[in-house]
């Protein structure tokens, strides 16, 4: 996550939202990683990551439309913290698999806030 900038980070009624975007020295094209790109907007999305004690932890994202001065693309950067279209991080799927060495998937899915299918998906994965 060194490629991230915080925003700022507050509580809320759910536990810790951390606002994030991607530094601009890391930005880069998703099609040819040419960093020669310039911003055409943005969306924001939210990202469920390791809680910190008891509290749960969201990343919500700043995520650049980014034009591309080599290959001409216009696309969304690509994250490094999460999967495309995955609404968790890398992180979090790590730290999953390792409760599930130990837990039963529905212990998990309460603890964390999340759904049990989220957590089936998941393990799936691992298991390739
Ligand atoms: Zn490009």
Not at 13 to 29: F, M, N, Q, S, W
Not at 53 to 77: F, H, M, N, P, Y
């Amino acid at each position: 996550m060194k490629d991230q900038l915080i925003v700022d980070a507050v509580h809320d009624k759910k536990g810790i939202v951390v606002r994030v975007r991607t530094k601009d020295a890391y930005l880069k094209c998703s099609n040819c990683g040419s960093k020669r790109v310039s911003k055409k907007g943005s969306t924001r999305r939210t990202f469920l990551t390791t809680p910190i004690g008891c509290d749960s932890v969201r990343l919500v994202a700043q995520i650049q439309r980014l034009k591309c001065k080599d290959c001409g693309t216009i696309r969304q950067e690509r994250l490094s913290y999460a999967e495309p279209k995955k609404s968790y991080t890398r992180r979090l799927e790590k730290y999953i698999n390792k409760l599930l060495a130990g837990m039963t998937k529905q212990d998990v899915a309460r603890n964390l806030g999340m759904s049990w299918n989220t957590v089936q998906e998941i393990q799936m994965r691992q298991r390739g």
